[in-house]
């Protein structure tokens, strides 16, 4: 059975930082590509960043780029995604996402499994 539990999310001012996690379990970790994608409310749910089997392969949308960091640890089977100089309108709750292979997409529609979701909130 795959599973993608993710934590990390609280609180936080505006600037502060926050790093979640997700951790997965049921599949081969190294062979899947891992995204972050987060849904305010009323809003569809976006690409935040995505990392391929090596942490030299990594993409991020333009909103977050330069402030977040995504990283993977294949021992632990383990995504990270950094955030910093968090801003009011990165409230969401984010969720990780896997999917098989090693092409990297934005649409939420080409992956495989989903996490449960962790809530981040900005204040400001």
């Known amino acids: 059975q795959v599973q993608l539990v993710e934590s990390g999310g609280q609180l936080v001012q505006a600037g502060g930082s926050l790093r979640l996690s997700c951790v997965v379990s049921g599949l081969t970790f190294s062979s899947y590509t891992v995204g972050w994608f987060r849904q305010a409310p009323g809003e569809e749910r976006e690409f935040v960043a995505a990392v391929r089997w090596s942490n030299l392969n990594t993409y991020y949308a333009d909103s977050v ?9 294949n ?3 383990t995504v990270y995604l950094q955030m910093n ?3 009011p309108e990165d409230t969401a709750v984010y969720y990780c996402a896997a999917r098989l292979g090693y092409n990297v997409y934005a649409s939420k529609n080409e ?3 989903w996490g449960q979701g ?7």
């Not at 962790?118 to 400001?124: E, K, N």
Request: hydrophobic share 25%; net charge positive.
């Open 85 to 87: 100089t968090l801003k």
């Open 111 to 113: 992956y495989n499994y």
């Open 118 to 124: 962790t809530q981040v909130t900005v204040s400001s």
């Open 65 to 73: 780029k330069g402030r977040f960091t995504i990283s993977r640890d």
């Open 75 to 77: 021992a632990k089977n």
